[in-house]
Every structure is written in structure tokens, then in C-alpha cells.
């Protein structure tokens, strides 16, 4: 054996390495091959896609088992230095290197994974140079659609996406995530004059998606159990497609996409604050301190809609009143309403954060990715979200427990029907309606185990436009009672909030409120004071380094915070009915007695909670049934996701 042999005998100790790495762990050392992987598997059809450059990390083995024991599972070579085999292998090694390898090879595509037919020599030497792709002519093999297996399931969603844009490099771990990637990148237009049309998706592949991935796995991205297109999908969802960032502030903002990506790998935890315990500052210093603080901390508020359309901004208005008064010494405020749900509302936070403030508050959980990347931009600035299905490091949530005064107005809804059957107008199944119309009825069943809840889905916000219509099925149904929002509009009464009765007006011939009777009440005042006022004792602290240092924070506070409150007509209600919803009341603030503790059945008799348990709130946030006694159906979730739900930070 001669020196010109060196390269082979490099590589194959790579392969020797690789080989005893897996035997070490009692599996298989060599090479994958296609037959094995096939077995028990229907193929419904072969496509010839042509010659193609693929990448070849996605080269996965080769085609029949005799091939691939003389590979290890990285490619590189396991026979012996004297063989024939070595002498082909550097033959090919000295080609690639004196002229290059022209012909292509000859591959199987499965799932997205490369199998090769012809040129498996020429493929171990092309990984051994880390050359990133060459040129193959593919045959697909389509495997027979599996609803219940969710390979497949997105294999085929690739395949449609490969047929648009012919990337081959990206591959998802979740359904309809190709779906999303497609409606970001439909219009991508590279800024080159140079690229061809029908070349665009292969520049933004090679110019926009690698450049990515090489920071990426620079940053250590490769060792989360998540694969790089699911990173990249949640990339460009915050910031878009960007062929201007250098290299060093593409590192950095996917240096603090990493901070958030890291709960996948399990070594998160969330910090969930379910009531103001917000520490104090007990030495006498400090205590001084903050007796003599003259800071005036400016704290912005943004909406997605506007006080005179939406109850619920209303509400946090009415919060920002209620901050302005309760620490006006040391508080300024500015609001920004009807911003876009979507990833241009970072400029108008960008905005506020240039004009001061140290704090700002969104209000609605649409905002979640303007938010995030406006708070992984300006990481001096504290930011909060009101939502409750995310967790993030750069970005605080904070909501409230509705289902607790939701629960107290299916007590009062129970305990005054005269027809047992009773009505519930929800928008959509997010997890704050669901576990409020789920408690409602357990609470309404309590009283009255006759009762029947009746739920209309408007499957949207807008409840104004199908009040009138919905109300109408529930009374030809027979409901006496309907419960409704949960907050008052304007300063004054909506008219359909809370809890009441409904009667026909002949006047009008519609359906209307006839008699309020309970309504759950937001206080958003109360956290919004107790955050800032933490801030004020030192007990949170501003402008952390959350990419390092930062943790995950949840506010989920409850009736027993003040966060929430229940109001019912003691005038309509009998006294013995008033007792009792002011007993469960108290109970509840006290915490001695919880919404959801079993036995508790969901409307198709499975039992979902035994006796002497309770769901906690991970159970609570990923509700999935219907309690007993709702008539109705639960829609699709999955049909309410939206393209630009982030695959990061969900807490369930």
C-alpha cells in the first residue's frame, strides 16, 4: 500500500469509527438499503422526475443489501486497503479531483431520503470531499397513502410542494407546515436581475434557505430534535424573507431564535405564575429605595382592534386607565390601536420601543409573532403577550383562568332555566372558549343535572354579524337562557354580554336579551399594577440578557388574584341560589375547590376525569372533548391554524 492510497485509508477509518459507534450500541453498522427499508411497505407508483442536483446529507443508502456492507452509515468505505473495491474508490477520488465527476448518478427517492442505484462509489468519495450536492437522475416510489400514519401524511404534502417549486432540501417534521412554507414563499422574487424566473425557488434554496442553515447548525442548531426546515419555516414567519441581513446579524437573530427553539429539546422549563407573587424588596435599602424611586417607566399598550368595536380592548384599556391612575408618579402610557395581526405590526412596536418604552403589552395572542421578534430585536425592553398557549424566553404571557366565572355562570344559567335546555354562543374552539364552555356546563349540571348546553360556533371573531341568527336556532331549540361575551362594550351594555334570558320581540321579529343575569369581568388592571409595580420594587427586573439568562414565564392568574371577578343579579336570582354561588365563589377564590376536579365525563360518556383527581393546566390548555350534556359538535382545530402560528414556543 502506497501514499497515493492516503485519502481511502482517511476515509475508511471515518467509516471503521462510524461502523463500531453503532455495533457499540447493539446496531446495525452498515449502510441502509432500500429493499430493507421497503419491506411491508406498498408502492403505488414509480415517477421519473428526471436529473435534478440533490443534496447529498439526504442520501440516505443504497439500493440492495450486497452494496451496502461495504459502506458504513456515513458513506465512507469499510473494505480492506488491498482490495479491488479500494482501488475503484480511488480511482473515482483522483477523477473528482484531476476533473471532476461528470456523469450522474442513479438514485430511488423515498419519504425525501435518496437511495442510490448506480454511483455509490462516487457518492462516498463526494461525501468524503463534503461536496453538498451533485447531479442524479430520480425515480420517486409513492408509497400507498396511510391516513393513520403521519410520514406519510407529510410525505404527500411534499410532494406537492416539490412539484411547485422542485426544493428538494427542506423537509418538515408537522403537518401543513410545507402548506405554510408554500403561502410565505409563492411570491419570492429574488432581488438579482440576473435569476430567471424558472430558476427562483432554486435561488431561494441555495441563497436564502442554506445561508440559513449554515448559521444554523454554526450555532449548534443540528443537536435540537427538530429538523432545519422546521426551524427555518418559524425563521422567516418573524422576519421574513431577508437577502440583506449580513452574516453576522443573520447569526444573531437566529442565535436568539435558538433561545426559543431549545424547548424542544425537553431542557426548558416553564415558570408558571398563577397569582401576584411578585417577591418585594424586604432590606431597608431597599425598601428606601423604593420610597424615593422618581422613575417614570413609559409603558405601551397595543391593540389589535379598537375600544368602540371590541369589548375585549376595551377591557385592556380600561386596565391602562386603571395603571395610569394607581401609579401615576411613576407611569406613562401610550396605546396603538386596530395594528395589523400579522408580522408588520413589529414595526409599530419597534416604534414604541424608540420613543421609550420600557414595556409594552400586547393584547392579543394574533400578535405573538410581531411581538416575539420585536422583543428578540430590543432585548432592554420587556415584553408581554395576552395569550395562553405559548411560552417563550424574549417574550412573558399572561391570561386568566375565564373558566372560573365561566363555571359560575353555568350555575346560575342551571339553577334558573324553566326549559332545562340552554344556549352558548362561542366564537372559535381556542383553548380559553373551550375550557369556559366545558366549565359552564359542568357548572350548569351541578345545579341542574337535566340541563342540555346547545353550543353555535360562529367560526370567527365577528360575533356581531351572526348574533341574531345563531340566538334564533338556540330558541327554536327550546333555550330560555344563553350565555354570551363576556365583557361590556363602550361604557355601556352590549346587547348580548354575559348571562340572560331571551324572549321573541314582535316588533322587530328577532330574538333578544330579555333578562341579564350574570357576567364574568375581566380586570386587567390589576396585573398591568402589579407587573409594573414589580418592576418599581426590583423585583423584575428590565433590560435582561434573554437569550443567556432569561426564563419562561407564564401568567395565569385567577379569581382569587382579582385578575377576574363574577357579577349576578341578586334582584333576579332567589336568595337561596344568591348563597350559594357566593359560597362556590369564595371557594373558588380560596382555591379549596377547583372547576375541574372528577368525575367528569365528556359528551360521549368516556370518563375524562376520575373521581379525586383534577386537570392541571397543561390538561386544561389542550382540551380536545366536549363536557356531558353539550349538544353539538367540536370543529376541527386544525381548520382555525393559521399560516402564521408558530411551530415554537407552544406550551401542549
Not at 417607566?297 to 391593540?303: C, E, Q, S, Y
Request: glycine fraction near 6%; charge should be negative; hydrophobic fraction near 35%.
Amino acid at each position: 500500500m502506497t501514499n497515493d492510497y492516503g485519502p481511502y485509508l482517511a476515509a475508511r477509518r471515518l467509516g471503521l469509527k462510524e461502523y463500531s459507534n453503532y455495533i457499540s450500541k447493539g446496531r446495525n453498522g452498515y449502510l441502509p438499503f432500500l429493499d430493507g427499508v421497503l419491506k411491508n411497505i406498498e408502492i403505488v407508483s414509480e415517477v421519473d422526475l428526471g436529473i435534478s442536483d440533490i443534496p447529498l446529507r439526504k442520501v440516505k443508502g443504497t439500493y440492495s443489501y450486497l452494496r451496502s456492507i461495504s459502506f458504513a452509515r456515513n458513506y465512507m468505505p469499510l473494505m480492506e486497503p488491498e482490495s479491488e473495491f479500494a482501488l475503484k474508490w480511488m480511482n473515482v477520488y483522483n477523477i473528482q479531483n484531476n476533473e471532476g465527476l461528470r456523469d450522474s448518478i442513479k438514485v430511488y427517492e423515498y419519504l425525501n431520503w435518496f437511495y442510490i442505484i448506480e454511483g455509490n462509489k462516487r457518492v462516498s468519495v463526494l461525501k468524503y470531499l463534503d461536496v453538498y450536492s451533485f447531479p442524479a437522475s430520480i425515480t420517486r416510489l409513492i408509497p400507498k397513502y396511510d391516513e393513520n400514519n403521519p410520514d406519510i401524511r407529510i410525505y404527500y404534502e411534499f410532494m406537492d410542494f416539490h412539484k411547485k417549486t422542485g426544493i428538494n432540501e427542506i423537509w418538515m417534521s408537522r403537518e401543513k407546515s410545507f402548506n405554510e412554507l408554500w403561502e410565505l414563499i409563492k411570491d419570492y422574487k429574488p432581488e438579482s436581475s440576473y435569476v430567471e424566473e424558472k430558476d427562483r425557488f432554486k435561488y431561494f434554496s441555495m441563497s436564502v434557505y442554506n445561508m440559513f442553515r449554515k448559521a444554523f447548525y454554526k450555532l449548534g442548531g443540528d443537536k435540537l430534535p427538530i429538523t432545519t426546515g422546521d426551524a427555518f419555516l418559524d425563521f422567516i414567519k418573524i422576519y421574513g424573507i431577508n437577502e440583506h441581513f449580513t452574516e453576522e446579524e443573520l447569526e444573531q437573530r437566529i442565535w436568539s431564535l435558538l433561545a426559543e427553539l431549545k424547548y424542544y429539546s425537553g431542557s426548558e422549563t416553564v415558570d408558571v405564575l398563577q397569582g401576584p407573587t411578585f417577591k418585594q424588596e424586604n432590606s431597608l435599602v431597599g425598601r428606601i429605595a423604593q420610597r424615593i424611586r422618581t422613575d417614570v417607566i413609559k409603558v405601551g399598550f397595543v391593540h389589535a382592534s379598537d375600544v368602540k368595536r371590541s369589548s375585549w380592548t376595551y377591557s385592556h384599556e380600561l386596565g391602562r386607565m386603571h395603571l395610569s391612575h394607581a401609579l401615576k408618579k411613576n407611569v406613562e402610557t401610550v396605546s396603538r390601536f386596530d395594528v395589523p395581526q400579522s408580522i408588520e405590526a413589529a414595526e409599530i412596536l419597534q416604534e414604541l420601543v424608540n420613543e421609550g418604552c420600557k414595556v409594552i403589552f400586547t393584547t392579543a395572542p394574533s400578535l405573538i409573532n410581531a411581538t416575539l421578534k420585536a422583543a428578540m430585536d430590543n432585548q432592554d425592553c420587556n415584553f408581554l403577550n395576552c395569550s395562553c398557549m405559548h411560552s417563550f424566553k424574549h417574550v412573558n404571557t399572561y391570561f386568566g383562568r375565564i373558566h372560573e366565572p365561566r363555571f359560575l355562570s353555568g350555575m346560575v344559567a342551571g339553577a334558573m332555566t324553566r326549559t332545562d335546555k340552554l344556549g352558548y354562543i362561542a366564537p372559535l374552539p381556542t383553548v380559553d372558549i373551550l375550557s369556559g364552555l366545558n366549565a359552564f356546563t359542568i357548572g350548569a349540571r351541578m345545579v341542574n343535572p337535566r340541563v342540555k348546553v346547545y353550543v353555535k360556533w360562529a367560526h370567527h371573531w365577528k360575533l356581531s354579524e351572526v348574533n341574531q341568527e345563531l340566538t334564533r336556532e338556540l330558541f327554536e331549540e327550546g333555550a330560555d337562557i344563553v350565555s354570551h361575551q363576556n365583557t361590556l362594550a363602550n361604557r355601556r351594555f352590549s346587547r348580548e354580554y354575559g348571562v340572560y334570558t331571551i324572549k321573541y320581540d314582535k316588533e322587530t321579529n328577532e330574538i333578544v336579551p330579555d333578562v341579564y343575569l350574570a357576567v364574568p369581568v375581566w380586570n386587567w388592571g390589576i396585573f398591568y399594577e402589579k407587573y409594573i409595580q414589580s418592576i418599581l420594587s426590583g423585583s423584575t427586573k428590565l433590560g435582561i440578557d434573554n437569550a443567556v439568562s432569561g426564563s419562561v414565564k407564564n401568567y395565569w392568574w385567577g379569581m382569587d388574584s382579582g385578575l377576574l371577578d363574577f357579577f349576578y343579579a341578586t334582584n333576579h336570582l332567589p336568595p337561596q341560589t344568591c348563597k350559594l354561588i357566593s359560597f362556590v365563589k369564595d371557594s373558588i377564590i380560596s382555591q379549596s375547590y377547583r372547576v375541574f376536579s372528577g368525575p367528569i365525563y365528556d359528551n360521549n360518556q368516556n370518563l375524562i376525569v376520575p373521581e379525586g383527581e383534577e386537570l392541571n393546566r397543561e390538561e386544561i390548555l389542550s382540551m380536545d372533548w366536549l363536557a356531558d350534556g353539550i349538544i353539538g359538535e367540536l370543529p376541527n382545530m386544525e381548520d382555525y391554524k393559521s399560516a402564521q402560528d408558530l411551530s415554537t414556543g407552544k406550551i401542549v
